[in-house]
């Protein structure tokens, strides 16, 4: 029975991952865009849309890494 719960838990940690990864990318493309550039030359800082991906992608990532691999 602790298989099972072991099983589920690493495919919801590889699912996060995959989501963090895809999020990170979204900004990264994000961040490349006319709109961002322009915020970014005005205001000396990524717009919040840019910066709330980066966020959310780094805490999917850690804790779908953390599911996927702990014991």
């Known amino acids: 029975m602790a298989k099972n719960s072991n099983t589920g838990m690493q495919i919801i940690g590889l699912v996060l991952l995959v989501a963090g990864a ?3 990318y979204w900004g990264y493309q994000l961040s490349g865009s006319l709109t961002s550039q322009f915020t970014e030359a005005v205001s000396g800082s990524m717009p919040d ?4 991906r980066y966020i959310g ?3 999917c990532g850690v804790v779908g890494f953390f599911l996927l691999f702990k014991k």
């Open 49 to 52: 849309e840019v910066m709330y």
């Open 57 to 59: 992608g780094a805490v």
């Open 22 to 24: 895809g999020l990170a």
